[in-house]
């Protein structure tokens, strides 16, 4: 199994910045894929932003040029950074990996337990 473990939603106000983080840990052979997703109230979940093992990245339209996507390989952690934060990108944060183990030696999906971020004056 792999537990992924969020952290840096908060209360900001708008044109704030916040960085979320997401560690990954469990018995992981290899990361394809870290991203995340956000969730608003009466929306459906939606891809804020991926990195895959070669650095590929990929972003919402929404968010392009505010928020950055990184990640630290050697410690299985991928960091969004977000800019200049405005009231329609509150949203539960959610991290999302996918991973092999060497339990299972194939590869799935995963998901955090989500990561509040509030933008409201």
């Known amino acids: 199994q792999v537990q992924l473990v969020e952290s840096g939603g908060d209360l900001v106000q708008p044109g704030g910045s916040l960085r979320l983080s997401c560690t990954a840990s469990?018995?992981?052979?290899?990361?394809?894929?870290m991203a995340w997703y956000r969730q608003a109230p009466r929306k459906q979940r939606e891809l804020v932003a991926s990195?895959?093992?070669?650095?590929?990245?990929n972003y919402a339209d929404s968010v392009k040029g505010r928020f950055t996507i990184s990640r630290d390989y050697a410690k299985n952690t991928v960091y969004l950074q977000m800019n200049s934060l405005q009231p329609e990108d509150t949203a539960v944060y959610s991290c999302?990996?996918?991973?092999?183990?060497?339990?299972?030696?194939?590869?799935?999906?995963?998901w955090g337990q989500g990561t509040q971020v509030t933008v409201s004056s």
């Open positions: 999302y990996t996918r991973a092999v183990t060497y339990a299972s030696m194939s590869e799935r999906g995963y």
């Open positions: 469990g018995s992981i052979r290899s990361i394809t894929v």
């Open positions: 990195m895959t093992s070669g650095s590929s990245t």
